[in-house]
């Protein structure tokens, strides 16, 4: 897949450790093990927008990631319900940090 990376979209993603302390139910991250073996193709699952204002979580296919991976290149894999809001979109690519990610899945 290839970029530009002037395409890369700007995005105020959620911290995942500080909305998993203020989340009304019981969950986990991944822990560091898992992130430190993320892997190109795989997808991560990030939220973005203010809770009850278009807040919404999605996933993003890693298409680059750093070393140590503090920081990854990724597109947006599904729809988006609140493009309006935050201005994302499928297709997008965005960078996340390690401390952006809810979930991991291939």
Not at 7 to 31: M, Q, V
Not at 47 to 66: C, D, K, P, R
Request: net charge negative; proline share 6%.
């Amino acid at each position: 897949m290839s970029f530009d990376p002037a395409d890369i979209k700007p995005a105020d993603l959620h911290d995942a450790k500080f909305e998993l302390r203020n989340a009304p139910y019981p969950s986990s991250l991944p822990n560091d093990a898992a992130l430190d073996a993320l892997e190109v193709g795989q997808c991560v699952k990030v939220g973005v927008g203010e809770h009850g204002n278009g807040s919404e979580a999605f996933w993003v296919e890693l298409v680059a990631i750093s070393p140590l991976q503090i920081q990854m290149l990724g597109v947006i894999v599904n729809q988006l319900k609140h493009t309006a809001k935050h201005n994302l979109a499928a297709g997008d690519f965005i960078v996340v940090q390690r401390d952006n990610v809810f979930a991991i899945t291939d």
